[in-house]
């Protein structure tokens, strides 16, 4: 399966910890590509249809509903949980999530 930057993957994210999103959902793939294409594992920030205003999330529209990435929730994943692709963020969304993860952890 071919895993890009800024796809939408249906991922398994159990078992979980504590407060860390769990479940299987939509995450959006951070890594890069060349990170993706060699290594087997991927970076994703985990997608939820309900959440607060937070400076650290990213509204977004997929499958015909609003959701939310959840940037304050980044994570290495090995490539095993990915289900399937399903979606692919536009590149406005894409904007967005890089400006939230510039503020969140470079700033």
């Known amino acids: 399966m071919e895993i890009n930057q800024y796809d939408i993957a249906i991922v398994n994210l159990d078992p979980t910890i504590g407060s860390e999103i ?8 951070i ?5 993706n294409k060699h290594l087997s594992t991927v970076i994703i920030a985990p997608m939820t249809s309900q959440s607060k ?3 650290t ?13 959840v940037i304050d929730q ?3 994943i090995d490539k ?5 692709v399903v979606d692919k963020l536009s590149e406005k969304e894409i904007k967005k999530v890089k400006e939230t993860i510039f503020e969140t952890f470079v700033e």
Do not use: F, L
């Open 74 to 76: 980044i994570r290495t």
């Open 53 to 55: 205003n937070y400076p």
């Open 31 to 35: 890594s890069p590509n060349e990170m």
């Open 57 to 69: 999330r990213v509204q977004i529209k997929h499958n015909d509903k609003n959701g939310w990435v």
């Open 22 to 29: 769990k479940k299987t959902r939509p995450c959006v793939i």
């Open 80 to 84: 095993q949980r990915i289900a399937k």
